[in-house]
């Protein structure tokens, strides 16, 4: 790339000025107050630096600058991309008018400053005591690493991708592994919870049954008094009445046939109310209030419904 020609209007103190560079150029000398800041001022705003109204000339209306450039071939996809026309020369213009408002083109097309700026990136690095160097840029930075180092950028994109996509396999299978252990340690708990109650084939109904008999065995023991009381009662009770009808029947069978069928039926009534007697009997002497085991229950029947309500299943 080399800077063929520049030329300045009403730019701080030069009214017109139209410069050819030949081939070749390569340095630019003179004395102090020789106008070399003025050319590289204006070189700089032709590539998009900061501009203001004091640039420009006194009396006139806008300062003008243009730089015609050799294309070099990096820039004809960015031209392309930007929307340019790629000619044999890069024309680039920059106007400022007394308001400090500024206007620029590329190749004779509207512009913007950011746009000069990127072409100004790719074409010329201004090195000064207070310029603006292309070394204090990321991109060129960058740029320049990845040119000593030899790396494709395409290449280097595939191996991030492939970096980053190994890295989201390796963290979902920790976090898969996070989840197991974590569904583990919930299952241990529960076969926990499960063996610490230890239930035993057909408890619950068992619990049920006894713990409904324990929490009315005062009604029940009564209920059972009453009937042997009915039964067997001191002051003539059901099996006694039932002995003397049947011993009234039988001493008059010889009298009266009728009888003997009508005993038979007392004989068996009698019998089974015997039996009914011997069985209240036996029930109650096996029958107590127990409330120790009452308690029992209640608290194993308790460690039951706490773990059915936990899983939400039915106590079976």
């Not at 068996?268 to 009997?281: F, R, V």
């Given at each position: 790339?080399?800077?063929?020609?520049?030329?300045?209007?009403?730019?701080?103190?030069?009214?017109?000025?139209?410069?050819?560079?030949?081939?070749?150029?390569?340095?630019?000398?003179?004395?102090?107050?020789?106008?070399?800041?003025?050319?590289?001022?204006?070189?700089?705003?032709?590539?998009?630096?900061?501009?203001?109204?004091?640039?420009?000339?006194?009396?006139?209306?806008?300062?003008?600058?243009?730089?015609?450039?050799?294309?070099?071939?990096?820039?004809?996809?960015?031209?392309?991309?930007?929307?340019?026309?790629?000619?044999?020369?890069?024309?680039?213009?920059?106007?400022?008018?007394?308001?400090?408002?500024?206007?620029?083109?590329?190749?004779?097309?509207?512009?913007?400053?950011?746009?000069?700026?990127?072409?100004?990136?790719?074409?010329?690095?201004?090195?000064?005591?207070?310029?603006?160097?292309?070394?204090?840029?990321?991109?060129?930075?960058?740029?320049?690493?990845?040119?000593?180092?030899?790396?494709?950028?395409?290449?280097?994109?595939?191996?991030?991708?492939?970096?980053?996509?190994?890295?989201?396999?390796?963290?979902?299978?920790?976090?898969?592994?996070?989840?197991?252990?974590?569904?583990?340690?919930?299952?241990?708990?529960?076969?926990?919870?499960?063996?610490?109650?230890?239930?035993?084939?057909?408890?619950?109904?068992?619990?049920?049954?006894?713990?409904?008999?324990?929490?009315?065995?005062?009604?029940?023991?009564?209920?059972?008094?009453?009937?042997?009381?009915?039964?067997?009662?001191?002051?003539?009770?059901?099996?006694?009445?039932?002995?003397?009808?049947?011993?009234?029947?039988?001493?008059?069978?010889?009298?009266?046939?009728?009888f003997a069928s009508l005993a038979a039926v007392l004989a068996s009534s009698l019998a089974q109310a015997e039996d009914a007697a011997h069985s209240l009997g036996a029930y109650l002497r096996k029958t107590d209030l127990d409330p120790a085991r009452l308690a029992q229950l209640d608290e194993r029947m308790s460690l039951w419904m706490s773990l059915s309500r936990r899983?939400?299943?039915?106590?079976?």
């Amino acid at each position: 790339m080399s800077l063929k020609r520049i030329v300045l209007r009403d730019f701080v103190i030069v009214r017109e000025l139209e410069l050819e560079l030949s081939s070749g150029f390569s340095v630019l000398t003179g004395e102090t107050g020789a106008g070399k800041s003025i050319l590289v001022d204006a070189l700089q705003l032709a590539l998009g630096a900061r501009a203001d109204a004091g640039v420009v000339r006194e009396g006139a209306a806008k300062a003008d600058i243009s730089a015609e450039f050799d294309l070099p071939a990096s820039l004809l996809a960015w031209l392309e991309e930007a929307g340019f026309e790629s000619q044999d020369a890069l024309l680039l213009r920059r106007s400022i008018d007394t308001q400090g408002k500024s206007r620029a083109w590329i190749n004779g097309a509207p512009a913007t400053a950011t746009q000069l700026r990127e072409v100004g990136d790719q074409l010329v690095d201004i090195h000064g005591q207070h310029a603006w160097q292309s070394l204090t840029r990321p991109d060129s930075v960058r740029s320049l690493l990845d040119a000593y180092a030899g790396a494709s950028t395409q290449r280097l994109q595939q191996l991030w991708q492939a970096w980053r996509a190994a890295q989201k396999t390796l963290q979902d299978a920790r976090s898969a592994q996070d989840s197991l252990q974590r569904e583990r340690e919930r299952l241990a708990w529960q076969i926990g919870e499960v063996d610490k109650l230890a239930p035993g084939e057909n408890e619950w109904d068992e619990l049920n049954t006894n713990h409904t008999r324990l929490s009315n065995a005062q009604g029940l023991l009564q209920a059972a008094q009453l009937a042997l009381d009915a039964l067997e009662g001191e002051e003539g009770g059901a099996t006694s009445r039932l002995a003397q009808a049947l011993s009234a029947l039988q001493a008059q069978e010889h009298v009266e046939p009728e009888f003997a069928s009508l005993a038979a039926v007392l004989a068996s009534s009698l019998a089974q109310a015997e039996d009914a007697a011997h069985s209240l009997g036996a029930y109650l002497r096996k029958t107590d209030l127990d409330p120790a085991r009452l308690a029992q229950l209640d608290e194993r029947m308790s460690l039951w419904m706490s773990l059915s309500r936990r899983y939400k299943r039915a106590p079976v």
